[in-house]
């Protein structure tokens, strides 16, 4: 697994943290979600998005081979074939 937690928490807090964002689920599936007023919770086990009301994702960091971060997106790509796209 290849994931830097405190560059991700750093690009999370300047970029991310209440503010709109948008999520695809890129794989067998195709989903789209947004969320205002973007909080997380990110810990070595679990990163967690929510509006803090009715909108959330939950991603279990065990099943993510790596993650890419650039400003104002981060890929994350799943040990099959998924992956998750976050952008301002």
């Known amino acids: 697994m290849l994931i830097d937690i405190e560059k991700l928490r750093k690009e999370l807090k300047k970029n991310f943290l209440n503010r709109k964002i948008d999520i695809e689920l890129d794989g067998d599936i195709t989903y789209r979600l947004k969320i205002e007023n ?3 919770l990110l810990n070595k086990i ?10 959330q994702l939950s991603i279990c960091l065990d099943e993510v081979a790596h993650i890419e971060i650039e400003e104002r997106q981060i890929d994350i790509f799943f040990n099959y074939e998924q ?4 952008f301002t």
């Open 38 to 40: 973007v909080k997380f």
């Open 46 to 55: 679990y990163f967690i998005l929510s509006d803090n009301e009715a909108n």
């Open 83 to 86: 992956k998750i796209r976050i």
